[in-house]
């Protein structure tokens, strides 16, 4: 199947870039493709008022350099009980923090600093409904009695719903949905939309756990069954206006996947969107493909696509690609989705 497609510049509603020489190595395949990237703020410590928003976007622009000018980090703070609202409300009004992010404590990398219960951040939620601020939010239950593969049910069933239900005008985004509840809640709920990542599109939980563990697969929330991968790809590939890309490209290196306790994070920059375009045009839905990697996020957060385009070309000849990047400190990650993108190119128009 050969095919041809150009899109708007692409949007990344949901990135992890690090910082220090991990940032160096990681930021120019974000920077190269995407337009907007919303930041994930979980460093340690983490980005948590408006002044290290605005330190560490400084750092991703410097490190991104001058080749990329439509890039474009938006920042995003972590909401803890330290969150001061007069700080948010102005770095919100400055244009610097353009929402805020809610971990559960202890559900995946760097989260020791999230909250117990989103209930308890209720009036935090109020003055954000009233200031127009999203709450991007990772909705995974900690309880260690729920199933892993439950979890993201469970926080939505027993945490999100009562804060919807209680903030009705709070704009919400469940992020890297990964169940068929998930996408249930996104459709059932008028001020919430979902993220939804290559490798949650693309993966189910046998390629994680069989023949054996993948830890190159392991990520928060886990990739979850086939049928709930495939009610995000049936929903995504309908072009459905609340379900946008977000890659949550999560870089660790490789001494932390592979060591006694395997990191959580998958990186997929490099070919995440080759990952998107391959299950678009298997589907034989690439025409709603520029929906969901440009459009969608962007009207959703208020902005207008861009002008500029990418052209996405698919053609049966394989290219040989690279599997893993280097950091100037010797790490090593290892890129997700090289068989899928082996046979398409990418370029600026
Ligand atoms: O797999 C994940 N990795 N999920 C997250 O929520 C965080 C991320 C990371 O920062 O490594
Ligand atoms: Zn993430």
Same mark, same amino acid.
Request: aromatic content about 8%; charged content about 20%; some cysteine.
């Given at each position: 199947?050969?095919? $041809?497609?150009?899109?708007?510049?692409?949007?990344?509603?949901?990135?992890?870039?690090?910082? /220090?020489?991990?940032?160096?190595?990681? #930021?120019?395949?974000?920077?190269? +493709?995407?337009?907007?990237?919303?930041?994930?703020?979980?460093?340690?410590?983490?980005?948590?008022?408006?002044?290290?928003?605005? +330190?560490?976007?400084?750092?991703?622009?410097?490190?991104?350099?001058?080749?990329?000018?439509?890039?474009?980090?938006?920042? $995003?703070?972590?909401? !803890?009980?330290?969150?001061?609202?007069?700080?948010?409300?102005?770095?919100?009004?400055?244009?610097?923090? %353009?929402?805020?992010?809610?971990?559960?404590?202890?559900?995946?990398?760097?989260?020791?600093?999230?909250?117990?219960?989103?209930?308890?951040?209720?009036?935090?939620?109020? *003055?954000?409904?009233?200031?127009?601020?999203?709450?991007?939010?990772?909705?995974?239950?900690?309880?260690?009695?729920?199933?892993?593969?439950?979890?993201?049910?469970?926080?939505?069933?027993?945490?999100?719903?009562?804060?919807?239900?209680? #903030?009705?005008?709070?704009?919400? *985004?469940?992020?890297? #949905?990964?169940?068929?509840?998930? #996408?249930?809640?996104?459709?059932?709920?008028?001020?919430?939309?979902?993220?939804?990542?290559?490798?949650?599109?693309?993966?189910?939980?046998?390629?994680?756990?069989?023949?054996?563990?993948?830890?190159?697969?392991?990520?928060?929330?886990?990739?979850?069954?086939?049928?709930?991968?495939?009610?995000?790809?049936?929903?995504?590939?309908?072009?459905?206006?609340?379900?946008?890309?977000?890659?949550?490209?999560?870089?660790?290196?490789?001494?932390? %996947?592979? /060591?006694?306790?395997?990191?959580?994070?998958?990186?997929?920059?490099?070919?995440?969107?080759?990952?998107?375009?391959?299950?678009?045009?298997?589907?034989?839905?690439?025409?709603?493909?520029?929906?969901?990697? !440009?459009?969608?996020?962007?009207?959703?957060?208020?902005?207008?696509?861009?002008?500029?385009?990418?052209?996405? $070309?698919?053609?049966?000849?394989?290219?040989?690609?690279?599997?893993?990047?280097?950091?100037?400190?010797?790490?090593?990650?290892?890129?997700?989705? +090289?068989?899928?993108?082996?046979?398409? $190119?990418?370029?600026?128009?």
């Amino acid at each position: 199947m050969d095919l $041809t497609i150009r899109i708007p510049r692409p949007d990344d509603w949901h990135v992890h870039l690090r910082d /220090g020489a991990m940032l160096e190595a990681v #930021v120019g395949y974000t920077a190269s +493709r995407f337009r907007y990237a919303m930041i994930m703020p979980n460093l340690n410590p983490p980005i948590a008022t408006t002044e290290l928003a605005d +330190r560490y976007q400084k750092r991703i622009l410097r490190a991104a350099g001058n080749q990329s000018p439509e890039f474009q980090p938006l920042m $995003t703070v972590y909401c !803890s009980t330290n969150l001061d609202q007069d700080d948010l409300i102005r770095g919100h009004e400055a244009g610097i923090v %353009k929402a805020v992010k809610y971990y559960p404590a202890g559900a995946t990398t760097n989260s020791d600093h999230g909250g117990d219960n989103i209930l308890n951040f209720i009036d935090l939620f109020e *003055t954000m409904a009233d200031q127009k601020i999203p709450l991007l939010v990772h909705a995974e239950s900690t309880n260690p009695e729920i199933d892993l593969f439950d979890r993201e049910a469970a926080f939505l069933e027993q945490e999100l719903h009562p804060l919807c239900e209680q #903030v009705p005008n709070l704009q919400v *985004t469940v992020e890297h #949905v990964s169940t068929s509840v998930g #996408v249930d809640f996104a459709l059932a709920h008028q001020r919430v939309a979902a993220s939804v990542t290559p490798h949650h599109l693309s993966r189910n939980s046998s390629d994680l756990m069989a023949p054996e563990f993948d830890p190159d697969l392991f990520c928060k929330p886990i990739i979850n069954s086939e049928a709930d991968r495939q009610a995000i790809v049936s929903v995504v590939t309908s072009g459905n206006p609340s379900f946008f890309l977000g890659t949550d490209s999560a870089p660790h290196p490789t001494s932390e %996947k592979y /060591g006694e306790e395997a990191k959580a994070g998958i990186f997929n920059a490099a070919y995440g969107l080759e990952v998107v375009a391959e299950i678009f045009a298997k589907e034989n839905r690439i025409e709603h493909f520029s929906s969901f990697a !440009s459009k969608n996020g962007a009207a959703f957060y208020g902005y207008e696509p861009s002008q500029d385009e990418l052209l996405l $070309t698919r053609k049966q000849v394989d290219v040989e690609l690279a599997s893993t990047l280097s950091t100037r400190d010797g790490d090593k990650v290892v890129l997700f989705g +090289r068989d899928e993108a082996s046979h398409w $190119t990418v370029s600026p128009i």
